[in-house]
């Protein structure tokens, strides 16, 4: 497509590789990267622009923002969670949005195992101790385990699939509670879907996997957290607004379900003083599920295939709103 411009405007503290000008021209892309802060900014770099491009949780693409974004026929999100990009606004206005799941799905699917070890082996709790001087292999003793148990996974997409597929090894039972993913689906994961209390009232551990939506804002609430089994984990990597989090902390500190690992909270950055943080039985990271050196090459390279595939005419691999009337003609890949 003759003079097709693409603008990433949304950086989040990444830093471009070399690479990614060089490619753009390569496929007659006019590509200009500029980390927008203002809508003024968004309009003077991106206003003539087929492609607008944000990395991780960039606020710049937020509804209002649209309007200045006259010529946009497609929106790249980098990474997965769309839930700081205005979809429904973007579709009334033929705006494809694409994202980058496969880019982060072995990196976070590490990260909510991660945590689960984390805490069913002690990990972060006795670190600190034998720092502490406190060289107790005893006490207090190890609570949990593994095999034979049975996790719960709440949203079953690429994330959650991952986990599914790792965690087999670790031979535990997979129950899964998503609405929009067909039964014969988890047939290759052993994985048996569920009703979603059924899996609150099974599962040892309970990984959240959902998109923040509407629907899921606080899906795990009081009376979610005491259907869970008192000896339960939850696991959220997904978004901290999905989890209820005053009920979440009455939950571990009352013993309704006995610990948490968490990579996301609500709000980020959270404050500092956050109960939460207070917690024993609490193990928290800061967002990093989608970061490792591999998952990062992958997001700049599958981001700079979108963006060809979107000035070449091809619907991109990821689309998240797949009803849409694009703009200009996309055929299948
Ligand atoms: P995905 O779109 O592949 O899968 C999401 C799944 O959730 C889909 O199968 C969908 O049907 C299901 N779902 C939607 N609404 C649901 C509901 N009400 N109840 C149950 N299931 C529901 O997304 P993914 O790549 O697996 O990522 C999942 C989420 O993880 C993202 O939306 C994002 O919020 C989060 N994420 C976090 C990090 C991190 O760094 N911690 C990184 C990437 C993604």
């Not at 003759?2 to 990444?14: C, M, P, R």
């Not at 809508?39 to 649209?66: K, T, Y």
Request: glycine share 8%; proline share 6%; hydrophobic share 45%.
């Amino acid at each position: 497509m003759d003079g097709f411009k693409v603008a990433l405007v949304g950086l989040s503290g990444q830093v471009m590789p070399d690479w990614v000008s060089e490619r753009m021209a390569n496929a007659g892309i006019d590509f200009v990267a500029k980390d927008c802060t203002t809508r003024q900014e968004l309009a003077r770099v991106a206003g003539d622009a087929d492609v607008v491009w944000i990395f991780g949780d960039s606020p710049i693409m937020c509804a209002e923002n649209l309007q200045v974004l006259e010529r946009c026929g497609g929106i790249i999100r980098s990474g997965s969670g769309t839930d700081k990009v205005p979809v429904a606004e973007a579709s009334e206005r033929g705006i494809v949005v694409a994202n980058t799941p496969a880019a982060v799905e072995e990196s976070v699917s590490d990260q909510a195992i991660g945590l689960l070890l984390a805490i069913t082996r002690q990990i972060v709790t006795r670190d600190r101790a034998v720092r502490q001087g406190k060289w107790e292999p005893n006490l207090p003793a190890l609570v949990w385990h593994l095999q034979g148990q049975t996790l719960g996974l709440i949203g079953f997409g690429h994330i959650a699939q991952a986990v599914a597929r790792k965690m087999s090894g670790f031979e535990v039972k997979i129950l899964v509670y998503d609405p929009y993913v067909a039964a014969e689906m988890l047939i290759n994961y052993s994985a048996k879907a569920v009703a979603f209390d059924e899996l609150l009232t099974q599962s040892d551990f309970v990984s959240l996997h959902c998109p923040l939506t509407k629907e899921t804002y606080r899906l795990i609430s009081e009376r979610e957290l005491r259907l869970m089994k008192p000896n339960a984990i939850l696991i959220n990597t997904s978004r901290g607004a999905v989890v209820d989090e005053p009920a979440l902390l009455t939950a571990l500190r009352e013993g309704w379900i006995s610990a948490a690992g968490l990579d996301v909270v609500d709000p980020e950055p959270p404050d500092p003083d956050n109960p939460l943080f207070q917690l024993e039985n609490v193990v928290v990271t800061p967002h990093i599920g989608g970061f490792s050196d591999y998952s990062m090459q992958r997001t700049w390279e599958l981001s700079v295939e979108t963006a060809i595939d979107l000035a070449q005419g091809r619907w991109p691999r990821s689309v998240v709103n797949p009803l849409v009337k694009p703009r200009w003609t996309l055929v299948e890949q």
